[in-house]
């Protein structure tokens, strides 16, 4: 099967330059949670996923497992408690009735910017800018878990967006200083 692109998504948790260890597996993984905007049209994937679990357990729907996990999940998952008032909240860029992606791989991911350049500045990709991404879709049936997940290809940056936890760009936050003497780049100043 050949490599499905999603459509824009939101990027949350990258891992997407040096890998870390999944706690679970004990693994050492890239990853990106693709946050998708409520209502987007997902039938692209949804197919793709449809294909994987045709070509691992047949046509016939009715001989597959029974609960098969979906990669399509709801980001009301993710809802948190604050601690100090005891109230929901949803973490940044999270939204109820909508759907995210987990998308991994244990092969660095090509990431590229909007010009289909690899980053020289690894900050300009971050949690809370948009992304496409390509994907492999496939079934897996291990250590009892019988599911579809979605393997991470690549990556495109497609534009900025609001940083998720509030972090600003030091750029954005100063400006320039008077040096006392004479020009601050100079080394003999």
Same mark, same amino acid.
């Given at each position: 099967m050949a490599n499905v692109i999603t459509?824009?998504? @939101?990027?949350s948790y990258p891992v997407v330059f040096e890998p870390k260890k999944n706690d679970l597996n004990g693994k050492m993984e890239y990853s990106v949670v693709a946050l998708f905007k409520k209502g987007e049209n997902l039938e692209k994937?949804?197919?793709a996923a449809q294909e994987a679990c045709e070509k691992k357990? +047949? /046509?016939?729907? /009715?001989k597959?497992?029974?609960?098969?996990?979906s990669p399509?999940?709801?980001?009301? %998952?993710?809802e948190k408690t604050n601690e100090e008032t005891g109230l929901p909240?949803?973490?940044?860029?999270?939204e109820k009735g909508a759907i995210f992606l987990n998308l991994k791989s244990s092969s660095r991911p090509g990431v590229v910017n909007q010009q289909v350049k690899a980053f020289t500045d690894e900050s300009e990709f971050y949690a809370g800018c948009y992304a496409?991404?390509?994907?492999?879709?496939?079934?897996?049936? #291990?250590? +009892?878990? /019988? $599911?579809?997940?979605? +393997?991470? #290809?690549?990556?495109?940056?497609? @534009?900025?967006?609001e940083p998720f936890g509030g972090r600003t760009k030091a750029e954005d936050d100063f400006a320039p200083v008077a040096? %006392? $003497? +004479?020009?601050?780049? !100079?080394?003999? !100043?």
């Open positions: 459509p824009e998504f @939101r990027v994937l949804k197919a357990w +047949g /046509k016939d729907q /009715k597959w497992p029974k609960n098969l996990r399509f999940r709801d980001q009301a %998952e993710r909240y949803m973490p940044d860029g999270y496409f991404a390509s994907l492999s879709c496939y079934a897996y049936d #291990q250590a +009892g878990n /019988k $599911g579809v997940a979605f +393997g991470l #290809q690549n990556i495109q940056k497609s @534009r900025d967006g040096v %006392e $003497g +004479g020009d601050a780049n !100079s080394l003999f !100043s």
